[in-house]
């Protein structure tokens, strides 16, 4: 597993070639991208579980991984209540081009 943050998938978002989803980060709604993640075996879906670094998930996990990681983070010195808008984890979607 790798050190990422947590996060839950809320939706997919439409468009962006079906790269980005809309993700629960502690309590906080953002836009990730899933480009990085190898989804030919089953896509993800809302309730799944991601890891999230710099924007981007790198990978999947279940509820125990997702907690794991959370655990990681508090030892580090993060706390679980901290201001999600701290850590800018909001991806941009791409500009389309012209």
Same mark, same amino acid.
């Given at each position: 597993?790798?050190? #990422?943050? =947590?996060?839950?998938? /809320?939706?997919?978002?439409? #468009?962006? &070639?079906?790269? !980005?989803? !809309? /993700? *629960? /980060?502690a309590g906080a709604a953002r836009r990730v991208n899933i480009?990085m993640l190898d989804l030919d075996e089953q896509n993800l879906?809302? #309730?799944?579980?991601?890891?999230? +670094?710099? #924007? ?8 125990? &991984? ?6 990681? !983070?508090?030892?580090? &010195? ?6 999600? *808008?701290?850590?800018? !984890? ?5 500009? =389309? +081009?012209?």
């Amino acid at each position: 597993m790798c050190l #990422g943050i =947590p996060g839950q998938v /809320v939706e997919m978002v439409e #468009g962006y &070639g079906d790269q !980005l989803a !809309l /993700v *629960d /980060v502690a309590g906080a709604a953002r836009r990730v991208n899933i480009g990085m993640l190898d989804l030919d075996e089953q896509n993800l879906s809302a #309730g799944d579980w991601i890891l999230i +670094h710099m #924007g981007f998930a790198v990978e999947r996990v279940d509820a125990a &991984g997702a907690e794991e990681a959370m655990a990681g !983070l508090e030892m580090m &010195g993060r706390p679980r209540d901290a201001d999600p *808008d701290s850590a800018n !984890l909001d991806v941009q979607p791409p500009v =389309p +081009h012209a």
